[in-house]
């Protein structure tokens, strides 16, 4: 007669001092208290010092007035008539669309570049390793000066700008391209393109399953693809197929109609997008190098191509590693944002300062800023932290 393995059974707490637990408590207890006073003593110090002086404190200017126009409003409607709380609101839009659009270039570069590293075209390796020489070596405030300087001195004025096939403009007024007159078929075919992705996923995870049961690895793109694309097809069409577009046309002194992007914006994405994926490139080469010759001598004895070797055995190896040191490069792009307001970008910081200098809050204007980047910087943590988990390779 077999005997079944029990538990281990807790080990009671001893509510004494000798406990490491209770003197662990009891430590972190202090220390959260000497934080909590030490908060206190400087908000309480600097609220006795500003009534002292006689000035105004609090975040009830937010409801008043702004009085000051921004150059740049890509997804709310705003007027000088409007509040400081909406200008602001206005300035965090503008830092996250620099930050998630940047982000999502520097990783596409990052790549390309990191793996063209170990490129067997020495022209490929050499252009590869030049760039990263250069543009992670020159300051990223000089590199927005010079895309902005580029973009107002050197390109051309608005009224003779360079076109692409009738539908392209680029000049000193920025990059003007076609765009679709919002209806309500857009909705739906976002709706149909984000069930299609939930879809896809889960083929994607089926596939992965049976790789992993079979040895045998399918396409992961074509048919994840196509399910996105059909499920934004049949949106559209259960939305009315809107087909309108606003084209850009070239006036006597400007380009009137379809999508903008200012020279500020582009100099600023740019320049972000540059410098941070030279870093990135030198964080997927380090990742790659991690990983042990012998799994690449492996993977060429079992016959697989330098594709699938770097697909299925380097990259998810490595991943490991490039995670964590990437996940500090997204925060650096995110907060390097804020060197826009050199060139006249409105991001949140630009804005804060206007705010700043017209309303005299210098403590909350300061501290809105801190929260936007703080709220910020800690879900771009939490997302790659658990995309670090799904990813990471599960010991047997």
């Not at 207890?29 to 309480?44: R, T, Y």
């Not at 606003?246 to 997008?273: C, H, K, N, R």
């Amino acid at each position: 007669m077999g005997v079944s393995a029990r538990a281990p059974s807790k080990k009671p707490i001893e509510w004494s001092w000798r406990s490491r637990v209770v003197r662990g408590w009891v430590y972190q207890l202090l220390a959260l208290g000497v934080v909590i006073a030490g908060v206190w003593f400087l908000a309480h110090n600097t609220q006795e010092n500003m009534r002292t002086r006689g000035i105004q404190s609090g975040f009830d200017f937010l409801g008043s007035a702004a009085g000051f126009d921004i150059g740049e409003t890509t997804f709310v409607a705003y007027d000088p008539s409007e509040s400081y709380g909406k200008a602001l609101w206005v300035g965090v839009l503008n830092t996250l669309r620099v930050a998630v659009i940047g982000i999502v270039l520097t990783t596409i570069l990052g790549v390309l570049v990191g793996v063209g590293r170990f490129s067997r075209n020495a022209l490929v390796r050499g252009l590869c390793y030049a760039y990263v020489e250069v543009f992670r070596n020159v300051p990223i405030l000089l590199q927005l000066l010079m895309w902005y300087l580029l973009f107002v001195d050197v390109l051309p004025p608005t009224q003779s700008a360079w076109k692409l096939g009738g539908m392209f403009f680029l000049s000193k007024g920025g990059l003007s391209l076609p765009a679709p007159v919002w209806a309500a078929g857009h909705a739906w075919m976002l709706l149909g393109a984000i069930v299609g992705i939930l879809v896809a996923a889960r083929y994607r995870a089926g596939l992965q399953r049976e790789f992993e049961r079979t040895g045998q690895d399918r396409n992961r793109w074509a048919v994840p693809l196509a399910m996105v694309l059909g499920g934004a097809v049949v949106g559209c069409a259960a939305g009315g197929a809107p087909r309108e577009w606003s084209m850009p046309e070239q006036l006597a002194f400007m380009v009137d109609g379809g999508m903008s992007a200012t020279p500020e914006f582009l100099a600023v994405l740019i320049g972000l997008v540059l410098y941070t994926g030279a870093f990135v490139a030198e964080v997927v080469r380090g990742g790659i190098q991690s990983v042990s010759l012998g799994q690449t001598e492996a993977a060429s004895a079992l016959g697989l191509s330098r594709r699938q070797m770097m697909k299925l055995v380097i990259l998810p190896q490595a991943m490991r590693v490039i995670i964590p040191p990437l996940t500090n490069q997204y925060l650096n792009l995110t907060k390097n944002s804020s060197l826009a307001v050199a060139i006249g970008y409105p991001d949140v910081v630009s804005i804060s300062n206007t705010t700043l200098n017209q309303s005299g809050r210098a403590v909350e204007c300061i501290a809105v800023i801190m929260v936007v980047y703080l709220s910020t910087s800690l879900s771009t943590s939490a997302l790659m932290n658990w995309y670090n988990k799904r990813v990471a390779i599960k010991e047997r």
